[in-house]
């Protein structure tokens, strides 16, 4: 069997998500046995690759590059996990949603601001109306619930990935 392309990204969440996978610990070393990391905040990759197996996405789609990274993946990826409830659901991203992002933005960087009080138009991603889950953009073929996910769970769901199999509750796939 041919090794693996695993594949993490990090959206708008904390990188709880990503201690969370590091937090399988040994268990790390069975997985680097069938799976090379080509992407993600763990590796020094320039850029996502064509052909990735497994893709893990942590964090809600908030800004434009947001979701033209998450498009970017679901086009480059076999699978894609949304890892975390801030994928699944938009949890703690999502908490800015009932207020217009224009308001908000101007709260925090002219009304909440000693000094240069503007609002940042470069180095900052424009923000999208709202923080949504991964799923409202992309098609998802498994998401994986928990803030953070256990870490066992992650693991569960990495190795039946990794040998090829179709995971099982209690990770739920849709579709
Ligand atoms: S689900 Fe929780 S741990 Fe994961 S990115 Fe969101 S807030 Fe952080």
Redesign the pocket.
């Known amino acids: 069997m041919s090794r693996i392309k695993l594949a993490t990204i990090w959206l708008d969440?904390?990188?709880?998500?990503h201690?969370?996978l590091l937090d399988i610990d040994e268990a790390i070393l069975a997985v680097a046995e069938k799976a090379d990391i080509v992407y993600g905040p763990l590796v020094d990759a320039q850029a996502f690759p064509e052909g990735v197996d497994v893709t893990l996405v942590?964090?809600?789609v908030s800004s434009r590059e947001d979701l033209n990274n998450v498009r970017m993946v679901r086009a480059r990826s076999r699978i894609v996990v949304a890892?975390?409830?801030?994928?699944v659901t938009g949890?703690?991203?999502a908490m800015r949603n009932s207020i217009p992002a224009a308001k908000l933005l101007h709260r925090i960087y002219v009304e909440g601001s000693q000094t240069n009080a503007r609002v940042p138009n470069q180095g900052v991603p424009p923000l999208l109306p709202q923080a949504r889950p991964v799923h409202d953009f992309i098609k998802v073929d498994y998401h994986l619930p928990?803030?953070?996910?256990k870490p066992a769970l992650i693991l569960g769901l990495l190795t039946e990935l990794l040998n090829g199999r179709a995971a099982t509750l209690p990770v739920v796939k849709f579709g």
């Open positions: 969440g904390c990188s709880g998500c201690m969370s942590e964090g809600a890892l975390g409830d801030c994928a949890n703690v991203p928990g803030c953070p996910p």
